[in-house]
């Protein structure tokens, strides 16, 4: 997973009790500045898929914490929601979880390349993902080379 902010790691604190007692886990968690605005992003996940009241449930209750605890300096647009079909795979749970599915890799820096691969998911031991290309290929990346890794929507 990505290395988190000190903001990311504060909210963290407050946002895992709500999602625990609603049985709710949590897929992702990102604060970021797009233009001018900042963005607290919350990814809730359950088995069978989150609902768009599991959505409602925890931004009332998270931004009614958020605003007794105060962690985050400036002004923030808070946004919960379902990873999507097309998630993100970043901790080490959500490999485990869809080893054979279809995955898209992008990297920072080309490898034979190129930066896009998708594949099979064969494995990912100690940070390394095996995809099994369509070719039968076998590669091998290192998560923290990658930009982005996510199921594949195929149509």
């Known amino acids: 997973m990505a290395k988190q902010s000190n903001t990311e790691k504060k ?3 407050i946002v895992e009790p ?9 897929a992702d968690l990102e604060f970021v500045k797009e233009g001018p605005n900042w963005y607290l992003r919350v990814y809730i996940d359950k088995d069978g898929g989150v609902t768009i009241e599991d959505c409602e449930i925890v ?16 002004a923030y647009i808070l946004e919960v929601s379902s990873p999507g079909i097309d998630r993100p795979l970043k ?44 070719d039968g290929k076998e590669i091998q990346f290192i998560q923290k080379e990658t930009a982005s890794v996510r199921l594949a929507v195929i149509f």
């Open 18 to 26: 709500i999602l625990a007692d609603k049985a709710l886990e949590l």
């Open 91 to 134: 901790k080490t749970e959500h490999f485990e979880k869809y080893i054979g599915e279809i995955i898209d890799i992008k990297l920072y820096k080309p490898i034979e390349g190129k930066k896009e691969y998708q594949g099979e998911l064969k494995q990912f031991n100690d940070g390394v993902i095996t995809i099994i290309q369509q």
């Open 59 to 74: 931004s009332r209750i998270l931004e009614k914490k958020l605003d007794e605890a105060d962690p985050i300096e400036q």
């Open 11 to 13: 909210v963290l604190t």
